[in-house]
């Protein structure tokens, strides 16, 4: 167990529909990194928080945005969705500001778009 | 631009064999290099990482890895697998900015009784 947790563990969606995933790091981390694990991208880094604050972008659409909240919680959200983003979302949290700390990954959420 | 280069999509081999995973970068700038498993059902976990000194780096589960700079190498091994080490494999790199992280497209081992 990581320490990191992800909910819902499974989201099953309509095209054109949005949703939120929720993360929570684990206690003392403060950042906050969001990934997409999918079939045909594979492991694609999307966006990273630090301390509330916005450090880094990746790939992230613009339908997708993301947050993260005083108690250190992040949320992504997903909207306007296309039978594409149908992959695994991974939330993963690390004590320090930069990459060079371990990042400790959440069970994934997996979002269905049919 | 940098990218990860994980060569084989799949590794089978036998049960107490010695395996090797590869991976391979290119990068314009210094790069620390990360080994993540990832087994069935799970998220990702560090086995290892580079960031300076020797070039040999031991890890967790037995695993080591060598930094190659003049090869651009960061391969994976281990002496001895064990039925337990069936899971995806997964080279990563990140700049020495050290704000973001490239993954490569996973190593799926399968260890064969």
């Known amino acids: 167990d990581s320490g990191v947790t992800q909910t819902p563990k499974h989201l099953i969606t309509a095209t054109g529909q949005r949703v939120t995933l929720r993360c929570s790091p684990r206690?003392?981390?403060?950042?906050v990194y969001w990934y997409q694990q999918s079939l045909d991208q594979g492991l694609q880094f999307l966006i990273q928080?630090?301390?509330?604050?916005?450090?880094a972008k990746g790939n992230i659409l613009e339908r997708f945005s993301a947050q993260q909240f005083p108690d250190l919680h992040s949320e992504l959200n997903l909207s306007s969705l296309e039978l594409g983003d149908s992959a695994l979302y991974f939330c993963?949290?690390?004590?320090?500001?930069?990459?060079?700390?371990?990042?400790?990954f959440g069970p994934g959420t997996r979002l269905t778009v049919t | 631009a940098q990218s990860v280069t994980q060569l084989d999509s799949q590794v089978p081999v036998f049960e107490e064999a010695p395996v090797e995973l590869r991976c391979n970068y290119s990068?314009?700038?210094?790069?620390?290099l990360f080994w993540y498993v990832q087994y069935p059902n799970q998220g990702l976990q560090l086995l290892l990482k580079?960031?300076?000194?020797?070039?040999l780096v031991k890890g967790i589960n037995g695993f080591e890895a060598e930094f190659n700079k003049s090869q651009t190498s960061f391969h994976l091994r281990k002496p001895s697998v064990h039925i337990s080490d069936t899971a995806e494999y997964f080279c990563?790199?990140?700049?020495?900015?050290?704000?973001?992280?490239?993954f490569g497209t996973g190593t799926s081992l399968t260890v064969i009784p």
């Open positions: 990068s314009s700038v210094s790069v620390y």
């Open positions: 928080y630090y301390n509330g604050e916005e450090r």
């Open positions: 580079y960031l300076s000194g020797s070039t």
């Open positions: 993963a949290s690390s004590v320090g500001a930069n990459t060079l700390y371990e990042q400790y």
């Open positions: 990563a790199v990140t700049l020495n900015t050290g704000n973001q992280f490239y």
């Open positions: 206690s003392g981390d403060l950042s």
